[in-house]
Antibody, heavy 118, light 112 residues
Framework: EVQLVESGGGLVQPGGSLRLSCAAS????????MSWIRQAPGKGLEWVAN????????YYVDSVKGRFTISRDNAKNSLSLQMNSLRAEDTAVYYC???????????WGQGTLVSVSS | DVVMTQSPFSLPVTLGQPASISCRSS???????????LNWFQQRPGQSPRRLIY???NWDSGVPDRFSGSGSGTDFTLKISRVEAEDVGVYYC?????????FGQGTKLEIK
């Protein structure tokens, strides 16, 4: 059974940093692209970032470029999102999702809430 | 960026009746590899999203066959042949052809 478990969310002040993690199991992690997708409270879904199987390609939505970094550790079946210079508009539930060419999210985690507020 | 526009925003449906959601993209979603990467997701209240359809019309495992996807180029449709109570939630289309991937704004399906 595919499982994705996010952790690392919490309350952080504007300008602060947070690192999200996603533990993957039930599939061969190194064979898949992986994604981060977020959802602001009461709002729709927003794709944030994707990373290729070997980490050689990374893509980001414009609003997080230069502030967020997606990474992975295939030996540990782990996906990460380093978030710096956080803003109030980054407040959202962040989902880890399995991806492949042309799609993000055939499997999703339960999400972790990031709140950016003073 | 590719803008995905869904309609309607809200969709009240009687149980057992059909439902249809439209999704239009601001650019063609035909990829250079020949595939069209248009996906549909369902998000039930309080749950994580779940993918229903990928590459326009392919069902994900476990998705009831009352759901179907169609379309091409820039115009796509998700149809539910007979709405059931468990179908309540928000439906999103998402394109995976162009970077960044983008979602539609969502269509909220409710029972009349």
């Amino acid at each position: 059974e595919v499982q994705l478990v996010e952790s690392g969310g919490g309350l952080v002040q504007p300008g602060g940093s947070l690192r999200l993690s996603c533990a993957a199991s039930g599939f061969t992690f190194s064979n898949y692209w992986m994604s981060w997708i977020r959802q602001a409270p009461g709002k729709g879904l927003e794709w944030v970032a994707n990373i290729k199987q070997d980490g050689s390609e990374k893509y980001y939505v414009d609003s997080v470029k230069g502030r967020f970094t997606i990474s992975r550790d295939n030996a540990k079946n782990s996906l990460s999102l380093q978030m710096n210079s956080l803003r109030a508009e980054d407040t959202a539930v962040y989902y880890c999702a399995r991806a492949s060419t042309g799609t993000s999210g055939d499997y999703w985690g339960q999400g972790t809430l990031v709140s950016v507020s003073s | 960026d590719v803008v995905m526009t869904q309609s309607p925003f809200s969709l009240p449906v009687t149980l057992g009746q059909p439902a249809s959601i439209s999704c239009r993209s601001s650019q063609s979603l035909v990829h250079s590899d020949g595939n069209t990467y248009l996906n549909w997701f369902q998000q039930r209240p309080g749950q994580s999203p779940r993918r229903l359809i990928y590459k326009v019309s392919n069902w994900d495992s476990g998705v009831p066959d009352r759901f179907s996807g169609s379309g091409s180029g820039t115009d796509f449709t998700l149809k539910i042949s007979r709405v059931e109570a468990e179908d309540v939630g928000v439906y999103y289309c998402m394109q995976g052809t162009h970077w960044p991937h983008t979602f539609g704004q969502g269509t909220k399906l409710e029972i009349k």
